[in-house]
Nanobody, 124 residues
């Protein structure tokens, strides 16, 4: 079992930055690839970024490439999402997920565990 708790969301003006954190319980954190997803009202949960279990591989949605950076600290059981040059269209609830898939994946249904989400609101 892995429990995930996100933090760091809030209200920010366009062009600003936020850093999201996702703290995981348990001693098996380093076995999971970790992803960030987001969901706007009335829309599906969309992939944002993913990082492999040891941190050697990352992948980003085209809409956030060059602005967002995913990282992890396995010693602290935490994954991060640094978000820069935020835009109003980045407004959503952000979720972190853990997947035991063999390779990093952008498919939400392949994630085994989810956090409760943290709201990010970007004002224009």
């Amino acid at each position: 079992q892995v429990q995930l708790v996100e933090s760091g969301g809030g209200l920010v003006q366009a062009g600003g930055s936020l850093r999201l954190s996702c703290a995981a319980s348990g001693r098996t954190f380093s076995r999971y690839h970790m992803g960030w997803f987001r969901q706007a009202p009335g829309k599906e949960r969309d992939f944002v970024a993913v990082i492999s279990d040891r941190g050697g591989t990352t992948n980003y949605a085209d809409s956030v490439k060059g602005r967002f950076t995913i990282s992890r600290d396995n010693a602290k059981n935490t994954v991060y999402l640094q978000m820069n040059i935020l835009k109003p269209e980045d407004t959503a609830v952000y979720y972190c997920g853990a997947t035991g898939a063999m390779v990093v994946t952008t498919t939400p249904s392949l994630y085994n565990y989810w956090g409760q989400g943290t709201q990010v609101t970007v004002s224009s």
